[in-house]
């Protein structure tokens, strides 16, 4: 196997991705199956391919992604944002494209945590007059 060409990091909610990125033909492959296989819905699928289409890389490099934590929806985030650091790394000049496509930018959402005396993050225990 050859060494790879640069390692970035994607993370998202509470999903971290490792994406490896090799010269090769286009395989993409997250957790030692083929990211077709990994992410069950056509939706998720297109947004990992979307800096790839943007930058016109997608037959120019294989992905070998190691993600965790979270759910799918997550780790297609974190995924996604790896792989555009990734592709920067290799060639600075995609930065503009991506960034104005917004795929630099980590989505900061995250759970909110519960307070202490509240059934949750924001609710309060039922009223009661009497």
């Given at each position: 196997m050859?060494?790879?060409l640069?390692?970035?990091?994607?993370?998202?909610k509470?999903?971290?991705a490792?994406?490896?990125?090799?010269p090769?033909s286009?395989s993409?492959?997250?957790n030692?199956?083929?990211?077709?296989?990994y992410?069950?819905?056509?939706?998720?699928?297109?947004?990992?391919?979307?800096p790839?289409?943007?930058?016109?890389s997608?037959q120019?490099?294989?992905?070998?992604?190691?993600?965790?934590?979270?759910?799918?929806?997550?780790?297609?985030?974190?995924v996604?944002?790896?792989?555009?650091?990734?592709?920067?790394t290799?060639?600075?000049e995609l930065?503009?494209?991506?960034?104005?496509?917004?795929?630099?930018?980590?989505?900061?959402?995250a759970?909110?945590?519960k307070?202490?005396?509240?059934?949750?993050?924001?609710?309060?225990?039922?009223?009661?007059?009497?």
């Amino acid at each position: 196997m050859s060494k790879p060409l640069t390692t970035a990091t994607g993370r998202r909610k509470t999903s971290v991705a490792r994406v490896s990125i090799l010269p090769g033909s286009g395989s993409i492959t997250v957790n030692g199956r083929d990211f077709e296989e990994y992410f069950p819905t056509v939706t998720l699928q297109n947004q990992i391919i979307v800096p790839l289409a943007l930058t016109n890389s997608r037959q120019t490099y294989d992905f070998k992604i190691n993600a965790s934590g979270g759910g799918v929806t997550g780790q297609m985030g974190a995924v996604l944002l790896g792989i555009s650091r990734a592709l920067i790394t290799v060639n600075p000049e995609l930065r503009a494209t991506l960034k104005k496509a917004g795929l630099l930018t980590r989505d900061s959402r995250a759970k909110e945590r519960k307070k202490p005396g509240r059934p949750g993050a924001r609710k309060r225990f039922q009223f009661s007059k009497r």
